[in-house]
């Protein structure tokens, strides 16, 4: 009798919603279901994943591979090798900041069980994800209401953008010798003094601490939600893992580091 209770008042219980965010969803993915958009999306997200993958890797490799060959050389600078060498720390600094570092990711793959004699099936429920490069990191904190997330948000976006991009357009002053740029204190403590006092290093260990500590909450927590009973049953994912944006930040703050050394070589007589 509660059966057929439940039944006739689903029959006349009726929802209205907003489907039009979805309905652009379809027209745009050029589907007529939500199935078939999740499978044309997924794939084209991954064909793009692919491709992120492939240029920060061949960015990456390109960048050692001149830095590598300058180092080998032993020799001054000369302006070309100087520019190739600015340009790849800039490249990499941009993509570094701006491409996601990290992302977060739980969620049910799938959830079985019987409701009053009715079989109920969950797939692919999305518990959390984020995905968030420091650009994105640095937003967030800035719009917040409290004053300490914006002072943190400022001094992220200022040992991670600024200061870099000082000391690099302080290397160029530097190497010119603009204006006497290699006498002036400030020029001088940015260009060959200020490695340990960037921060840059600390920015990527910070990011990898959180990779590993989000990695073991989200994977001890799906794991207390996790079962294979017979009247439930559950199967979780993680997938947290680090983007590419990490590596690419990673190889500029390790790269940087050699420049002040090039700047300050001698001719070998």
Do not use: C
Not at 13 to 33: A, P
Not at 181 to 195: D, M, Q
Not at 201 to 226: C, E, H, P, R
């Amino acid at each position: 009798m509660l059966n057929k209770q439940l039944e006739q008042y689903l029959n006349q219980t009726f929802e209205t919603q907003d489907t039009s965010q979805l309905s652009k969803i379809l027209l745009k993915t050029e589907t007529r279901d939500i199935e078939s958009a999740r499978i044309k999306l997924h794939k084209r997200i991954l064909v793009l994943h692919e491709v992120i993958y492939k240029e920060a890797i061949l960015l990456i490799l390109l960048s050692v591979f001149l830095f590598g060959m300058t180092g080998l050389k032993k020799q001054p600078l000369i302006p070309s090798q100087y520019i190739l060498l600015v340009l790849s720390l800039i490249i990499l600094l941009i993509a570094g900041v701006t491409t996601p570092m990290i992302d977060m990711d739980a969620k049910i793959s799938q959830m079985n069980f019987v409701l009053m004699g009715h079989p109920v099936h969950f797939e692919n429920q999305v518990l959390y994800f984020q995905s968030k490069s420091i650009l994105d990191v640095f937003w967030i904190m800035i719009t917040n209401k409290a004053i300490q997330m914006k002072l943190v948000g400022i001094l992220m976006i200022t040992f991670s953008i600024f200061i870099p991009l000082f000391k690099i357009v302080s290397s160029v002053g530097y190497y010119y010798n603009f204006q006497q740029a290699k006498e002036n204190a400030v020029i001088k403590f940015l260009v060959l003094k200020s490695g340990k006092w960037s921060m840059a290093d600390v920015m990527v260990i910070a990011i990898f601490m959180a990779y590993i500590g989000f990695n073991g909450i989200i994977t001890s927590q799906l794991g207390k939600l996790s079962s294979e009973g017979q009247e439930l049953v559950i199967l979780t994912t993680n997938g947290t893992s680090l983007q590419p944006g990490y590596y690419l930040f990673l190889t500029y703050t390790l790269l940087a580091l050699f420049l002040s050394e090039f700047l300050t070589r001698k001719p070998t007589s």
